[in-house]
């Protein structure tokens, strides 16, 4: 079941969900409203799965960044969120889709226990305009069913993740491997 967002303001103030930082005039009928961080990388050349991803690093300036087409683009989200209670989904908005970009499409969700600021995948069809601080997606929290397990005690290579991540395939994988 999803959370309602009077429900989520009751889990912040329970303890039971971290949003930091929080502001409850952000919260939607059943949904978080999270933003952009200040910060994007650009990954550099082809990418491959058994090497890591070589990238430029850019503070986004007040006056905003124009993403490009066939660019793509790590960011991170302003808010760390994270709940030992409940799962996440992390999810781009209608307004942002309308501007022609693609955020975090692979990857949506954040298992019980996931505790970190979310690394964005995003893409443009066109050229756009973006700020940090903007609006950008929306979090929903799930309820779990059975024995919880949380992430942060699993073995997960991203569990400690502290901001943008590039992919870490590599470590599991040698060059050259079928």
Known sequence: MILTGPAIAAAVSAGEITIAPYDPARLCPNAYDWRLGDTIRICDGDL???????????????SGLVLKP???????????????????????????GALGIWVHVSAPLGHQGHAIRWTLEIRAAKPARVYPGMTFGKLVFLTTLGTPAS????????????GIDISRLYEEISRGAL
């Open 70 to 96: 066939d660019v793509l683009y790590l960011g991170v989200t302003l808010e760390k969120t994270g709940s030992e209670t409940y799962a996440q989904l992390l999810n781009g908005n209608r307004t942002i």
């Open 48 to 62: 491959d799965a058994a090497a890591p991803t070589t990238f430029t690093e850019l503070v986004i300036p007040a």
């Open 151 to 162: 992430y942060q005690q699993q073995r997960a290579k991203y569990a400690a993740t502290q």
